[in-house]
């Protein structure tokens, strides 16, 4: 099979699939088994296609995301291993990085906490990106605790990853930040296949979990990712608890996604 072939075979397969970028994901899986980057691909005609490509995009026609097909996935500066111990490393959540770098500026070595870790990603990116940093990332799930400490491995940056609940953000810390379960029960049939068939819906569904780690948290700062049309109250839950300076972020989209206060 040539590569024009494969890519015309993939776009139709995902479209039929019901995927909402075929051509686009036709391109990155392509990409993976050739070996090199999307726009790379139309430089191999004269390559034939293994095998390996059919296995992959069967996978995909199934609606298991994109990510966990391909075993990695771009966060920030990163590349992290995906796979369906952890949630997809989402664009949004860079803008959560973002916000806690901004708020860690001029701080030498900060006390950082990452609650639900996942794959590491935002306790992996603030550790590669504020190297004087002291991170800290826990998770629940043994599952996710064991992905987040091999991404740590392959990337070598030194954040300690242990098993723990909502409990550890009680330590004593500069900044806590998480990204917690938010998407309700009564939402979760309406979520796509990739996420509702195939991701951990433990580390998806949850209610109240923001308020709880607020009340929890013994820290100088404290960020949030919150869903769509959740900051207006998961800010004044903060404000209730006693937290000041409350500011809401929108993302790339413009929707409100990060929350963060400081604790008086």
Not at 33 to 49: F, I, K, N
Not at 187 to 207: F, K, M, S, Y
């Amino acid at each position: 099979m040539t590569v024009a072939e494969a890519l015309r075979l993939g776009e139709r397969r995902l479209g039929e699939a019901g995927v909402d970028t075929p051509r686009v994901d036709a391109e990155l899986l392509l990409a993976h088994v050739l070996g090199v980057s999307r726009s790379g691909v139309y430089a191999q005609d004269d390559l034939e296609v293994p095998g390996t490509y059919q296995v992959l995009l069967g996978r995909r026609c199934k609606r298991e995301p994109l990510a966990y097909v391909l075993g990695e996935w771009g966060f920030r500066r990163l590349v992290l291993k995906t796979d369906a111990r952890a949630l997809v490393p989402r664009p949004e959540t860079e803008i959560v990085v973002e916000r806690c770098l901004g708020l860690l500026r001029g701080e030498r070595e900060p006390r950082v906490l990452d609650l639900g870790t996942g794959t590491g990603a935002i306790a992996l990116a603030l550790a590669d990106e504020h190297p004087g940093a002291r991170v800290t990332a826990v998770d629940s799930s043994p599952d996710a605790v064991a992905l987040a400490r091999e991404n740590a491995e392959r990337l070598r940056l030194p954040v300690e990853i242990e098993e723990g609940g909502l409990d550890a953000a009680a330590a004593g810390w500069d900044l806590v930040v998480s990204n917690p379960p938010y998407v309700t029960p009564d939402e979760w049939n309406g979520l796509q296949p990739e996420i509702r068939d195939w991701e951990p819906r433990e580390a998806l569904v949850g209610v109240g979990l923001h308020e709880q780690i607020a009340r929890l948290a013994d820290t100088r700062r404290l960020v949030f990712e919150v869903g769509d049309g959740q900051a207006q109250a998961v800010a004044g839950a903060l404000r209730a608890t006693g937290y000041t300076d409350v500011t809401i972020t929108p993302d790339l989209t413009g929707i409100d996604r990060v929350v963060d206060g400081r604790c008086p």
